[in-house]
């Protein structure tokens, strides 16, 4: 590996540089990490007991925790929300049981006991009786009604983070106070319940319930706490010494098979990567019907929304199973990269959730490389991307200073581009020397808490690189930089001449800021020279200047690219041919140079036409997704029917190609894309799509079957998209018969998709059914919104207290701001940010700045483009005839 770097810079650019790292925080200590709760009490166990009352929606609990006093002191403090405190007692260390009197504080959601004299250090026994609420919500302790075997049933399951244990029990609920759980709970004799641990004891009452006792838990935050009881059915199987199972609601063990194999391939995977096997005896995988959207990475029972876990072999799409491989992937990751190894505080949560995504793309790569999962992830990259180079954008670790800034962080931020930048550290740092410092992190850590400064330590000490300056910069500033790349070719050697600066989409940048940026630039096909660009410009010499010149050929970088026209050109010449993660990042930095006023729309128009017989469904995707930008800039605009037409003669070639039917012996991909590209002609209004689409549904109300897995959203979501009222009614009465969610999904977004307004109104209604999960309603109306903001926003201001009841934690904070986060119009943020200013907390109000930042960078284009579409999609031009006017 050979280059050769110019120095550049002054003073100015290594003050810029040294800000990032001067922010650097310290090793973990639990006296200095952040939070409400009083250090000078720590929880060893809780000794657990829950009762859920099903027919109240309601529980009541008793617990004792074994507590150390590590300091003299008169309080105890902890966390407790939504639940009455019934009695309390202390004894220990001399002192005689004696009662105390709770003191709630429902604002910080903490309750207090005064002793008459301060507790000495030592070991004490804290008994407390309580009550709490099972919820609709995803929240603490809810409940989950659903239909098996013809009958309603109801189970009851956990969702505890980022801050929601001490709505099951009086917790310490911060992630640096790690204790021990033996929990036991009273369920009907007909129920199964699950926990962290295997059951230990299992007893009949005397009222025909049995009790159920768990085994004591790991040492762990209160927000891995896991229970899951219903009438439940179990697969199962021994890998390694460990018990898996994949557990379900009734009839759907034939769904479990595939994640059933996934979990056995994915353990032996991380315990040889991190050298650290996974400690517990059994593990479960527990998919339940709605309560919410995602899943939850309890320790030895991780909960999942079954559309994110099971697959039908039958009738589930191979997406499907991507969704649950990677699901899967990153959940268990989560058993090292959170459980195992915790963040100390909330603002590092991107150490669980970033590696926890890190690492399921690795995964992914390892078992289905035939799924082209670092295409995926370079897609991915682009969403956060656009949102990371806007003003109201955040640091990958920034400050928290409270539970709903806690819940504000699960975000595209935290999880995508951490994700994002640790693949680029990985590739600067080296494999074997990032799976040294990895493996040095873990063992040196394990079942305690972490700062970002004992990974970089570890890392560096591995590598022997400036891992840590290098994170300081890319995990402490907002944003990222444009690199702009010029070349010179002089006797024989190409020079090549980079800088950067950091990229926005809104407005220009004040801060000035740079980073220490790790580079690979080489030749298409050729060899790569690595080098960190630690200056604001720097000059790099190739041997010779043959070869097409691309930096980044691997896509790992997380920033965006300008080449000089030359280079540029020489790009697009090729681009065809041109390796497929080159040509994916080349497409995606052409349109972001374009949405920035960077580079005329003619530019990326001129690129798409080369991709006539495109063989990526990933590069199909992302091309499809900036026409379909356009589409929506264009909304209600004589441009979009340009855009439309454009699309249109676009796709129809491939898709002729292709045909309608599934061929024997044809690839996944294949079938991926003829769905892929079917939707796009329904959606730009191609008429024999549309007709296509409503003559499969009527064969898909008659036999299901005789619709293919790959074919389904079309199909659907076609008729969906141009339903009249009996195609409406047919998709809802699908939808309240349909048996599993990731049926249930399916249908509601292509109820969500209907584009007349009085039928989306009739949408709507059917989203607030009690008989819908809260999932489903969210999803409705969101997808309502994309297409009828204004009808949306009226009926979700209308319903708000019915739709925040069925919000968790994270909904809360997004929801009103989402239903316009598609629009283009100002007044939609100018109207949402008012709202969400007089009804909302202060923390709902910064994602309401961010979602009307969007908005009205999104007008901004579309002031910009339209112009540009009228000038470069004349009536009588196609993809074929675009050329660059001189």
Same mark, same amino acid.
């Given at each position: 590996?050979? $280059? ?16 990032? /790292? ?30 859920? !009352? ?72 804290? %008994? ?23 009958? !309603? ?50 007893? /009949? ?64 995977? &991380? ?6 096997? &996974? ?13 919410? &959207? ?47 190894? /915790? ?102 850590? *394990? ?21 840590? *300056? ?95 026209? %030359?280079?540029? !050109? ?12 080159? #040509? ?38 992302? %091309? ?32 002729? #190609? ?19 590209? =079917? ?95 809260? /999932?489903? %309603? ?33 909904? #809360? ?14 007044? $939609? ?5 008012? &709202?969400?200013? *007089? ?24 002031? #910009? ?8 999609? =004349? ?12």
């Amino acid at each position: 590996m050979r $280059h050769h770097r110019v120095a550049g810079g002054a003073a100015a650019v290594a003050l810029a540089l040294a800000a990032g /790292t001067a922010q650097a925080e310290a090793p973990f200590s639990f006296a200095a990490t952040p939070g409400k709760l009083p250090k000078d009490v720590i929880p060893l166990l809780y000794d657990a007991h829950l009762v859920p !009352d099903f027919g109240n929606d309601s529980f009541k609990g008793s617990q004792t925790v074994e507590l150390e006093v590590l300091r003299p002191t008169a309080r105890i403090v902890l966390n407790a929300a939504n639940l009455a405190i019934e009695r309390a007692a202390i004894e220990g260390q001399g002192l005689a049981r004696q009662s105390l009197q709770p003191q709630v504080d429902e604002a910080s959601q903490t309750v207090s006991f005064l002793l008459a004299a301060p507790l000495a250090p030592g070991r004490y026994a804290l %008994a407390l009786g309580f009550r709490g609420q099972i919820n609709r919500e995803g929240r603490g302790l809810f409940g989950v009604s659903y239909k098996a075997g013809g009958a !309603d049933r109801k189970l009851v399951a956990t969702l505890l983070a980022p801050a929601d244990a001490r709505r099951l029990l009086p917790t310490w609920d911060e992630p640096a106070f790690r204790a021990r759980f033996r929990l036991t709970v009273d369920v009907p004799a007909s129920f199964q319940a699950y926990s962290n641990t295997p059951v230990e004891k299992r007893e /009949t009452l005397a009222d025909g319930r049995q009790r159920i006792s768990f085994a004591p838990t790991p040492n762990m935050p209160s927000y891995l706490l896991a229970l899951v009881a219903g009438e439940l059915e179990r697969a199962q199987v021994r890998r390694g010494g460990v018990e898996i199972g994949v557990v379900t609601t009734e009839g759907k063990l034939g769904s479990t098979a595939f994640p059933l194999a996934a979990t056995g391939d994915l353990l032996r995977y &991380y315990n040889n990567y991190f050298g650290i096997p &996974y400690p517990l005896p059994k593990l479960d995988q527990i998919a339940i019907p709605g309560g919410f &959207y995602g899943a939850m990475e309890s320790w030895g029972g991780i909960v999942y929304n079954e559309a994110l876990l099971l697959v039908d072999p039958k009738k589930s799409p191979e997406g499907t199973k991507k969704l649950s491989f990677g699901a899967n992937a990153h959940e268990l990751a989560h058993q090292w990269f959170g459980n195992l190894v /915790t963040m100390a505080w909330w603002d590092n949560l991107w150490l669980n959730e970033g590696f926890a995504s890190w690492m399921a793309a690795k995964a992914t790569e390892r078992f289905h490389p035939e799924w082209r999962p670092y295409l995926d992830e370079i897609a991915q990259r682009e969403k956060v991307l656009d949102l990371d180079a806007r003003k109201s954008t955040h640091p990958i670790q920034a400050p928290i200073e409270n539970e709903e800034q806690a819940a504000n962080a699960f975000d595209a931020i935290t999880y995508i581009k951490s994700k994002a930048f640790l693949r680029m550290l990985e590739a600067y740092v080296g494999e074997d020397h990032f799976r040294k410092g990895l493996r040095a992190y873990m063992a040196a850590h *394990k079942y305690s808490n972490t700062t970002s400064s004992d990974l970089w330590a570890a890392l560096e000490k591995a590598s022997g690189k400036p891992v840590g *300056k290098v994170a300081s910069d890319w995990t402490l500033q907002p944003g990222y930089p444009l690199i702009s790349v010029s070349q010179v070719c002089e006797n024989g050697r190409r020079k090549v001449t980079v800088s950067q600066e950091q990229f926005r989409l809104d407005e220009p940048a004040l801060e000035q800021r740079l980073w220490r940026v790790p580079l690979q630039v080489g030749t298409v096909d050729g060899r790569g020279w690595t080098t960190l660009l630690s200056s604001r410009d720097s000059t790099l010499t190739q041997g010779s200047c043959e070869g097409t010149l691309v930096v980044d050929p691997h896509s790992v970088g997380y920033y965006r690219i300008q080449y000089d026209r %030359a280079s540029f !050109d020489a790009l697009a010449k090729d681009l065809a041919r041109l390796p497929d993660t080159t #040509r994916l990042k080349f497409l995606a930095d052409t349109w972001s140079l374009v949405a920035a006023s960077r580079s005329p729309l003619r530019d990326y128009l001129e690129l798409l036409p080369k991709l006539g017989n495109e063989p990526r469904v990933a590069v199909w995707a992302a %091309a499809l997704a900036r026409l379909d930008t356009l589409d929506q800039l264009a909304q209600g605009e004589p441009e979009q029917a340009l855009v439309r037409q454009f699309t249109r003669a676009f796709v129809q070639p491939k898709f002729a #190609r292709l045909g309608w039917s599934d061929k024997p012996g044809e690839a996944v991909e294949q079938r991926q894309l003829r769905a892929l590209l =079917a939707g796009a002609l329904v959606r730009s209004g191609d008429e024999a799509a549309v007709k296509e689409a409503r003559t499969r549904f009527a064969r898909y109300l008659e036999d299901p079957a005789s619709t293919s897995p790959e074919m389904l959203d079309f199909v659907l979501g076609g008729a969906g998209m141009h339903a009249d009222a009996a195609t409406v009614e047919a998709l809802a009465q699908a939808l309240a018969e349909a048996g599993n969610d990731e049926e249930r999904n399916r249908l509601a977004r292509a109820l969500a998709a209907v584009e007349d307004p009085s039928l989306a109104a009739g949408v709507l209604r059917i989203a607030l059914s009690p008989r819908l999960p809260p /999932t489903i %309603a969210y999803l409705m109306i969101n997808g309502v919104a994309r297409v009828h903001p204004d009808q949306v926003w009226a009926f979700a201001v209308a319903n708000r207290e019915a739709l925040l009841g069925n919000a968790d934690a994270v909904e #809360r904070n997004r929801m009103f701001a989402d239903i316009v986060g598609g629009s283009v119009q100002v007044r $939609h943020a100018d109207m949402m940010e008012n &709202y969400v200013a *007089k009804n909302f907390g202060q923390d709902a109000q910064v994602e309401a700045r961010r979602v009307g930042d969007g908005i009205r960078v999104r007008a901004a284009q579309k002031a #910009r483009l339209l112009p540009q579409v009228r000038a470069a999609l =004349a009536p009588q031009q196609s993809p074929e005839t675009i050329t660059r006017k001189p």
